[in-house]
């Protein structure tokens, strides 16, 4: 695509450098922005994939903190507290 976008700013200009016209400049425009919006599109996929392993994190340390705490000794008469108060 790189390519594509390179050759069709370059191929007017060396074939006609007079008419190197704003329809060129708006063609090399176009290739950058979409160039950029493929390297965002990259970026949020990497954001998402990355959010969705930290989500999945989070989940187990709960999950084996609520494990621990279950399994914590509590001396007779000692009020129970929930330390996620009722969230998990």
């Known amino acids: ?15 006609d ?3 190197m016209a704003p329809e060129s400049l708006e063609t090399g425009s176009w290739c950058n922005e979409h ?4 390297r965002l599109d ?13 989500e999945s994190e ?7 903190i609520s494990e621990t705490t279950l399994n914590i ?3 007779p008469g000692t009020p129970l ?3 996620f108060d009722g969230q998990y």
């Open 58 to 64: 989070v989940k187990s340390l709960l999950n084996i």
């Open 35 to 38: 160039m950029l919006h493929e």
């Open 17 to 19: 450098p007079v008419s």
């Open 1 to 15: 695509l790189l390519t594509l976008c390179q050759l069709t700013v370059l191929i007017p200009a060396s074939a």
């Open 81 to 83: 507290i929930d330390i």
């Open 73 to 75: 000794p509590t001396a």
């Open 42 to 54: 990259i970026i949020e996929e990497k954001v998402i994939k990355t959010v969705e392993n930290l």
